[in-house]
């Protein structure tokens, strides 16, 4: 789950790393309210969880209050790479002498978070890796030890950071350390990190990405979840325990476990075809998650198909047979759908399905070659 | 042969008293497993399965009275990292856990904390082991697979269940099953598995079944390259998944344009491996 810049920066000040001031506002007459109390000079962000928002024209420095809010009135309500604008962030405008980048991940291959810096901050970190590697500085931290001190000392030192700011950005890297172990974070990013022209270490920007697995852990966090970054069926699917995932194509996937649920997405375009969602039920196949799931799949209009594939292993195939059944009852589908039972009491609920008029098929590549025929069929493609 | 478990492997349950815990202890039993201890704190002094199986309150009591060797944890994920903790303290040498969900960053104090300790954690959030006509661990349908001399190893659940039962199909029988899991943090990689299938007398031939996310499937196409004597024949799943979401796994994402299929297959393929279409076409490229 991402957080919005305004947030993690309200984070990261808790931590002591300084921010610079200014608030949160959704409409114009506030911003040039906020734009007043800062003096005039400011800059409006645009509060939207993708990256780019400079290039679209939505961060926009201020000379004045008015035009601040002028400003405002473009941004608020603007649509940035298809999400729509409803809050900015005010912040005065600062004299920057110099960018940096800081941040800190989770290293999956060393199984340990890194920190990263780089002199090169305020542009695309990506784009720097990949441009000049020498520049991007990673020094992976102990998880039972936590961040040291020597080793943000070495961070300076390798960024070239001249020697009157080390003591301030030792302060800054272990807040940041902080802010990602005390909020679970997968990522937290100071990009830039500038030194301004009155000598001060100021968070410009800040981005954070928190472990989805532990928001049990972290209510306050996770109420401050956008939803216009999800599909509104992601939404419903995860209320009912369902995995999904909107795609392009037209077959709709029905299957139990992540790995299978791709692996099937996968066959359905060998064979021609292109999966319409991925879609993982989880374990258990109760008629109420299955209706769920159904509703689901076929609130999506380019759907010609429902494939189901379902490899009974703990959970019984007669069982999962019932739960589709009643599933169809309540929903009553209108497209051809394709099942595959496999495992315990497969040939019974396989039974109970042909005699519903489902498409029935023993194996993954014969349930594939008869979705996708179904499906032309279906749409005259 | 096999690796990790055999007929020898002494389980303790943690969680045994849980919806989960009980139903998969019974699953265990029937198919033969010793499972010997269970542990649910408060509970110490109960039995379970008619009388069969003691419970203690702590892992350490349950390893000292029964010489239990392997623990498998069925516990939810807040409580998990702890009953990680408290396996590796214990004594045991091997812990399964099956629990899907546990923080990435607990798991990497945790995976930290294990390796310093030299214990081996298989998962979290994975199906357990399978070593057919011998022992499981975890939570894999014992009967979808015949003793034989092919080494499975996978990231998945369901999936590998496929591929087992693709085998079987093909009168193929499998060695030892492991599922490491789908998380992107986790105690045995594919590397360590292949290490032991190819030391073991038992395995002549391996199964690799990976996903898109991280470089798991890249390192072990190193590996392959460089130590494996034994033919390894692979799939990878994800293929169509789009970039930037997670594919029901925590682990499964590609990120940054990295952990893609396509980079793994081509990886896989300059090892030497074969990689399989789609899971039913393993077999054939087993000579099955």
Redesign the interface.
């Known amino acids: 789950m991402n957080l919005h810049e305004y947030q993690s920066k309200q984070i990261f000040a808790r931590y002591g790393i300084p921010i610079p001031r200014g608030r949160v506002a959704s409409n114009s007459d506030e911003v040039k309210q906020i734009a007043e109390e800062l003096g005039g000079r400011v800059v409006v962000k645009s509060q939207v969880l993708v990256g780019g928002r400079g290039k679209a024209g939505g961060i926009r420095l201020a000379k004045t209050a008015e035009e601040a809010q002028e400003l405002a009135n473009k941004i608020l309500g603007m649509e940035i790479k298809g999400l729509p604008v409803r809050r900015v962030l005010v912040d005065e405008a600062v004299g920057i002498e110099k960018e940096i980048y800081l941040g800190i991940t989770n290293d999956r291959a060393s199984r340990k978070p890194v920190m990263i810096a780089s002199a090169e901050g305020g542009v695309d970190i990506e784009e720097v890796a990949a441009r000049s590697p020498d520049r991007i500085i990673r020094l992976h931290i102990d998880p039972l030890l936590g961040l040291r001190e020597y080793q943000s000392r070495d961070i300076a030192v390798a960024i070239d950071l001249p020697k009157e700011y080390w003591r301030q950005f030792m302060a800054v890297a272990d807040g940041l350390w902080q802010v990602y172990q005390d909020n679970d974070a997968t990522l937290v990013e100071i990009n830039p990190l500038v030194i301004t022209k009155d000598k001060r270490l100021v968070a410009l920007d800040g981005k954070m990405v928190i472990d989805d697995n532990a928001l049990f852990r972290r209510p306050d966090i996770a109420e401050k979840r956008d939803l216009d970054v999800e599909a509104p069926e992601e939404i419903t699917a995860r209320k009912y325990g369902l995995s999904y995932i909107k795609l392009d194509g037209q077959i709709g996937c029905m299957v139990n476990g992540a790995g299978l649920a791709m692996a099937t997405m996968d066959i359905i375009k060998l064979y021609g075809g292109q999966p319409a969602n991925f879609l993982d039920i989880g374990g258990g196949a109760g008629a109420e998650k299955v209706a769920a799931a159904f509703r689901i799949i076929l609130s999506d209009p380019n759907v010609c198909a429902v494939l189901i594939n379902i490899f009974g292993g703990i959970t019984r195939g007669d069982e999962v047979a019932r739960g589709i059944l009643a599933a169809i009852q309540e929903v009553k589908p209108t497209v051809p759908m394709v099942v595959r039972l496999v495992g315990t009491n497969a040939e019974e609920g396989r039974r109970l399905l042909a005699d519903a008029n489902m498409i029935t098929a023993e194996t993954l590549a014969e349930a594939a070659e008869k979705s996708v025929t179904a499906a032309k069929e279906r749409c005259n493609q | 042969m096999s690796i990790l478990i055999n007929r020898n492997t002494r389980v303790i349950v943690q969680g045994i008293t849980g919806n989960e815990g009980l139903?998969h202890t019974t699953?265990m039993v029937l198919y033969g497993t010793e499972v010997v201890a269970g542990v649910t704190p408060g509970k110490g002094g109960d039995w379970v399965l008619e009388g069969k199986i003691p419970v203690f309150d702590t892992v350490k009591q349950g390893v000292d009275v029964t010489g239990a060797n392997t623990s498998v944890i069925f516990v939810p994920?807040?409580f998990a990292p702890d009953a990680i903790y408290e396996a590796a303290d214990s004594g045991v040498s091997l812990v399964f856990c099956i629990t899907e969900?546990?923080?990435?960053?607990d798991?990497?104090?945790v995976?930290?904390?294990l390796d310093q300790k030299g214990v081996r954690l298989v998962g979290p959030n994975c199906p357990g082991a399978l070593t057919p006509g011998e022992s499981k661990v975890g939570?894999?349908?014992g009967?979808?697979a015949i003793p034989g001399s092919v080494g499975v190893v996978?990231?998945?659940?369901?999936?590998?269940?496929?591929v087992l039962?693709a085998l079987k199909q093909h009168n193929l029988g499998a060695s030892t099953c492991v599922g490491i899991g789908?998380d992107?943090?986790n105690g045995t990689n594919f590397i360590d598995v292949l290490g032991l299938f190819e030391a073991d007398p038992g395995t002549n031939s391996v199964v690799l079944?990976g996903?898109?996310g991280?470089?798991d499937e890249e390192?072990a196409a190193e590996f392959i390259a460089r130590y494996m004597t034994k033919p390894v024949v692979s799939?990878i799943?994800?293929?169509?998944?789009?970039a930037g979401?997670?594919?029901?796994?925590?682990?499964?994402i590609i990120e940054?344009g990295a952990g893609t299929?396509a980079d793994k297959i081509k990886a896989l393929t300059n090892a030497g491996v074969q990689v399989a279409?789609?899971?039913?076409e393993i077999p054939g490229l087993l000579g099955g």
């Open positions: 139903f699953q994920a807040r969900g546990i923080p990435v960053q798991m990497m104090r995976r930290e904390y939570i894999i349908p009967n979808i996978s990231r998945s659940g369901t999936l590998t269940y496929e039962y789908g992107p943090v079944i996903e898109i991280g470089s390192r799939f799943a994800g293929q169509t998944a789009p979401k997670r594919m029901g796994h925590a682990g499964a940054g299929a279409r789609h899971p039913e």
